[in-house]
């Protein structure tokens, strides 16, 4: 018993990683009908570089950490917005989706062949150590991770539902053309959308970094885990992508405890493929009707 | 009439010179290394390893008057570009090739070094190998059923376990090493309570970890490639593992050492070659090495860097460049570090190509690789 209470702490806090990345999965759809497929690279990058500005610059990870925020809300936000997503858009979804796969081939390599093939080893914010509770002991770190990424989530709702520029990206979100006659800077709300985004990828890096290690291709794994996770809980929903996140990081942890190691990579698929077959719209999505 | 006999003896003249002028130019060595992909930290310090040593033999005039040329080329880790750049290497005309480093790439391009008849030398462990029949297969570290014998004497006689739990890698090198423990855990009387299997390039390791700590057993022995033994040593530390962690030479390399930080503490393993070893070469090596790359080599780089002065020693036996004639030599033969001391240790090849030499026992203590025992090889080296 003590070891499923474990497990679920450990994955719930594994699968709120996961959680971010598909919040932000889910905000740039929701806004601008973007998908993509470089979500992981948009975690790899800030990695890179708050370890640059930690091991080159020589500054403290907090302060790293804001420059690297707004580092990435240029480049990941703005830069990439304006780049890739304006022109491509008008042309639809597919080219969009391709030219974020291509993206994230383009960045891998770069990074690669201009920084690093090797794995660099990152330092969690988290102090060592267990937290014993009764006969319970988690890590601090899992606590650490568990308890910053609610946090964002937390602000993140407040900030959609209690402020007026929140309840304009919703609007946003919802009718364009309808939050467009209302008088709502619809440019702006897609804009800030995007930064949320990159915001959203630097704290996933900084959570899991210190698990997965900083390498050209970490971003795989998460990027992948983080779309089923956003299908799974729904796409159109932004509560949607905490939990399928959560589901994804829990049932991972229990089945490798559980059945075996080898099967745990190919849940969130397993989960996947089985939401998509009975319940498209994901578990907390809602049906959007489409004129032909 | 006298004119055209001087076309034939002129065209001579001049295969007789470009003939010559071969014979002169610099020797081709190519290095197949997994510059990217889930082996770089293996590649990389291999490579490195290599070309420190042909930098060496080329300052000191080369090997039999010619220098070196060495050209690597990136596997990516993946099996079929080693196989595919295993050809390009017998298209160039390689003396030698150095690599790949991991088993499971070697094991597929080493068809093709064989057709052309070409000596490849392999950091790759997994038994399977040498056990192929392969003439021109040589090995820069200990094959497995060399080295867990000695580290499962280990885990009986000093650790006094009685249950091991074994979490290994899913691939050539990983099984090759799981099945070479788990017989000779088997020999020493000692139960193995887990058999995990982990992914190549896995980053979550807190259920495997977890399956380790269910099994209840005496210690756990870690068999996996360096970047997840990284991630391993950090997972076993966040769950607060108390017991003894043991492994081969990928457990406390350099690299995994810096990745894990303070988690690879109190890890011990059988290494087959470390630059913490006392013997004044080693020591030379270490610090010829830190000079040229600025970071502290890992036993990869010590394997790439002794081949190439198994190459250097071999060809002057010879006395020629002619590969068929270095296999036959390679097989049987002992290079002595006092003669060459780019060989590190004193080593001897068996006839499958398989090497013996000392080994050490080695525990990570304040982030530094710390010489326990020195072991000495499976049989005395004549």
Same mark, same amino acid.
């Given at each position: ?59 403290? %990870?907090?302060? /790293?950490? +804001? ?5 990435? *809300?240029? #480049? ?5 917005? @304006? =780049? &890739? ?60 991770? %568990?308890?910053? /990424?609610? +946090? ?5 709702? *407040?900030? #959609? ?5 929140? @309840? =304009? &990206? ?123 | ?382």
């Amino acid at each position: 018993m003590v070891d499923l209470v474990q497990l679920i702490i450990s994955g719930t806090a594994t699968g709120a990683i996961y959680a971010l990345c598909a919040l932000g999965f889910t905000l740039l759809w929701q806004a601008s009908g973007t998908i993509n497929f470089a979500q992981g690279e948009f975690v790899m990058v800030p990695a890179f570089l708050m370890l640059f500005f930690i091991n080159t610059a020589g500054l403290p %990870l907090w302060v /790293a950490f +804001l420059l690297t925020c707004l580092v990435a *809300m240029i #480049l990941l936000g703005y830069t990439f917005k @304006r =780049a &890739m997503v304006d022109p491509l858009i008008r042309h639809g979804v597919i080219p969009l989706v391709i030219a974020t796969l291509g993206l994230s081939i383009g960045v891998k390599q770069l990074v690669k062949a201009g920084v690093t093939a090797q794995a660099q080893p990152f330092n969690s914010i988290f102090p060592d150590g267990l937290l014993s509770l009764g006969a319970l002991r988690v890590s601090y770190m899992d606590v650490g991770t %568990l308890v910053l /990424a609610g +946090l964002i989530v937390i602000s993140l709702q *407040m900030f #959609l539902n209690r402020t007026v520029t929140g @309840r =304009a &990206m919703q609007a946003v979100a919802q009718n364009t053309d309808s939050a467009r006659v209302l008088g709502i800077n619809v440019a702006r709300m897609v804009l800030y959308t995007f930064l949320i985004n990159a915001v959203l990828s630097v704290v996933a890096a900084l959570l899991v970094t210190p698990t997965y290690l900083a390498k050209f291709d970490m971003g795989e794994s998460i990027g992948l885990k983080a779309f089923y996770a956003a299908i799974i809980g729904g796409f159109n929903q932004t509560r949607g992508a905490l939990l399928g996140g959560v589901l994804v990081g829990v049932l991972e942890n229990l089945t490798g405890a559980y059945i075996s190691p080898a099967y745990k990579e190919g849940v969130a698929l397993m989960l996947f493929l089985v939401v998509i077959i009975f319940k498209p719209e994901g578990l907390l999505g809602r049906t959007e009707e489409r004129k032909v | 009439m006298k004119k055209f006999d001087l076309i034939p003896a002129a065209l001579l003249g001049l295969v007789v010179a470009t003939g010559c002028f071969a014979q002169q130019g610099p020797i081709p060595i190519v290095g197949l290394v997994e510059l990217s992909g889930t082996g770089a930290t293996a590649g990389t310090n291999f490579d490195n390893g290599v070309k420190l040593a042909v930098k060496e033999i080329n300052a000191a005039g080369g090997i039999l008057g010619r220098k070196i040329q060495y050209t690597s080329m990136d596997t990516q880790s993946a099996p079929q570009t080693a196989k595919a750049l295993a050809q390009k290497a017998v298209d160039e005309k390689a003396y030698v090739v150095m690599g790949p480093v991991f088993s499971g790439s070697f094991i597929v391009s080493m068809a093709e070094t064989k057709r052309a008849e070409i000596p490849n030398f392999t950091g790759g462990e997994a038994a399977n190998i040498t056990q192929q029949g392969n003439p021109y297969v040589f090995r820069t570290s200990f094959t497995q059923t060399t080295a867990m014998p000695k580290l499962a004497r280990y885990i009986k006689d000093t650790v006094k376990a009685k249950t091991v739990a074994i979490v290994w890698v899913n691939n050539d090198f990983g099984k090759g090493g799981r099945d070479s423990m788990t017989k000779a855990l088997e020999a020493q009387g000692i139960k193995v309570a887990a058999d995990v299997s982990t992914d190549p390039g896995q980053v979550d390791f807190s259920a495997a970890v977890l399956k380790v700590k269910q099994s209840n057993a005496d210690a756990a022995f870690v068999y996996t490639n360096e970047e997840e033994s990284a991630r391993a040593l950090r997972e076993f530390k966040k769950q607060g593992y108390d017991k003894p962690i043991i492994g081969e030479t990928t457990l406390t390399g350099q690299k995994v050492i810096e990745l894990a930080g303070d988690a690879a503490n109190g890890a011990v393993a059988h290494v087959g070659l470390t630059v913490d070893a006392p013997q004044p070469q080693i020591k030379a090596f270490d610090q010829k090495f830190q000079a040229e790359y600025k970071y502290k080599s890992d036993h990869n780089g010590m394997k790439g860097y002794s081949g190439m002065y198994v190459v250097k020693a071999i060809t002057e036996k010879i006395g020629k460049l002619d590969s068929k004639e270095f296999a036959k030599a390679l097989h049987g033969a002992t290079i002595r570090a006092k003669d060459y001391p780019g060989v590190l240790l004193d080593v001897h090849f068996d006839a499958n190509g398989d090497l013996d030499r000392e080994s050490f026992l080695v525990k990570v203590e304040g982030g530094k690789q710390v010489v326990t025992a020195t072991l000495p090889p499976v049989s005395p080296i004549q």
